[in-house]
């Protein structure tokens, strides 16, 4: 992507994505059942053509293989009959999500017979673009459609089939609904994708999910507001006084449990004064469920077989692989963290609440953990129905963005023939009294 330039839309693209702000425009005006109505029809006809979807990742598996595309993105273009499903419940969860619309903020008297009030609404269009991963086409649709937003959807070239399939799917469901099929729209070319960054005045946020480098591509090129994040290089720090047990547990749970999400660990963190006792029965532990464990100095001296290079303390494997350090103290540990993680989600194992304490002040990630696995950085777990994406900006919305991170606020004054004049001159007089929500 960083070798072509940035070029203009063609009168196509205009077209389309002129046609999803105008229904985006008359989604944010719907009411919740008919947003959720709309919802229900989607998940229904995406249950219809299970099948159709099912050939269809088929093909694109097929090709990948033949391709030789990673282990990591081959398991992340993976979308089974067992894998729709739980995304079509997944949707119907996201319809039965408390309407984020409408909802009042504020609510002030400011001078008699003048009240004003926030209210949530819809950012507009929303442009998401991603790699590999076809049940993010089902994810991030209905986070839009139930928010109020219209969406343009680029997934990567790898899964074309899968996402035309599961998008003509969406949009004859929304056809079976007072939401037009045109709020949801797919784009299948390099060509067309970065074209989309030039869409301002059309699309409101760029949502990036993909490599370090297409996020900082994107964000080098576009006048459209990013929202996103690229690596994730999750740490687990494994203090003094961590319980070996299940500290072990947490580690084996936060690497393997499904290795190319980007919230798995990529370094493991050892406090010295544990390192022996704790490494004694990680190293076969892991070896045990095929993960190859690459180590500093100290670790090696305590059996990690394989050297890790400078490179591998700020590497996303998306793979069996993890990097090993021990480390004299928090503070070490703290530091590490701070030159090579990516903010995404970090996790401390330790039984001594102080030092938990200082771990989570300290660390400045989207995500930040105590006794408990990586793994649990995710929108649905988090109860959000599904995600968009992660973001690891400090601004909000800041990690998994489900409904809340898909509205903005607009004030609304009510007045009766008020003048600013009036105020000035002192014939008024500011109230500035909160009223019930």
Known sequence: MTSQ??????????????AVRRAAIDLGQTTDQQRQQALAAMAAALQAHADRIAAANAA??????????APALVARLKLDQAKLAGAIEGVRQVADLQDPLGSRQLHRELSERLVLERITVPLGVLGVIFEARPDAVIQIA??????GNGAILKGGSEANRTNQAVMAALQEGLAHSVVSADALALLTTRQESLALLRLDGLVDLIIPRGSNELVRFIQDNTRIPVLGHADGVCHLYVDAEADCGQALRIAIDSKTQYPAACNAIETLLVHEAIAERFLKDAIPAFAGVGVELRGDQAS??????????EADWGREYLDLILAVRVVPDLETALEHIRRHGSRHTEAIATANGTTAERFLRAVDSAGVYHNCSTRFADGFRYGFGAEVGISTQTLPPRGPVGLEGLVT?????????HLAADFATGERQFSHRDLPL
């Not at 305590?302 to 890790?308: F, R």
């Open 142 to 147: 209905s986070l839009a459609i139930r928010s």
């Open 5 to 18: 330039a940035v070029p203009e839309p063609s009168a196509e693209l205009l077209r389309l994505a002129t």
């Open 300 to 309: 090696m001296a305590l059996g990690v077989t394989h050297p890790a290079a």
């Open 60 to 69: 694109d598996l097929e090709q990948a293989a033949a391709e030789g595309l």
């Open 409 to 417: 606020y607009r004030y609304r004054l009510r007045g009766d023939g």
